[in-house]
């Protein structure tokens, strides 16, 4: 389906889980969150359509901002050798467990921030993740998404094929601790 024909649909299921948020849980194996699934290649359609309808109820964090703040916080230089050294194992640069903020922190901190001044986060840009190692699975199953007084919304640049979804049309995606709208 192209995008005029779908949207509404979409939005209006969206919004009918964002308000019954205790059937998410049930559904979602007690999980939070919200995958919002639409064809990659219409992904501004969506979020603009979205910064429509949530403008004043909602937060959307930026994933490919944060990715940019999170690699200018070490400097291009730093970054691009670290990058070099870890780069089979980017989650160790994106989502360690070490003190020092990094890509997965500023996701986590940007999703609080957003419950404390009460409006539903929604991840947009979500594409960015690809190849950071961090995966949604990794975000719903953070104990702050987990226990949010809002469900987290993930803008998620996607396509089913049977019960499957892929994450950017090819690798196959979780959808364990989450409501999907597709």
Known sequence: MSYITDYQRKFTDLGFHIKNQ??????????????????????????????????????????STLLVQAIDADGWESFSSYYQEFKNTPYL?????????????????????????????????????????????????HKAVMSLPHPLVIFYPSKIEDDNIYFLNFKPASKYRCTLVQ
């Open 93 to 141: 640069i994106f989502r360690s467990d070490d003190p020092e903020p990094d890509l997965f922190d500023l996701i986590i901190n940007e999703i609080k921030t957003a419950c404390n001044d009460h409006k539903i986060p929604i991840l947009i840009r979500t594409g960015c993740l690809y190849g950071t190692g961090i995966e949604n699975l990794n975000i719903m199953e």
């Open 22 to 63: 205790d059937q998410i849980r049930r559904q979602a194996n007690g999980g939070n969150s919200i995958l919002f699934s639409y064809p990659p290649h219409e992904e501004h359609l969506y979020i603009e359509r979205a910064k429509e309808v949530y403008r004043d109820t909602a937060v959307f964090i930026d994933i």
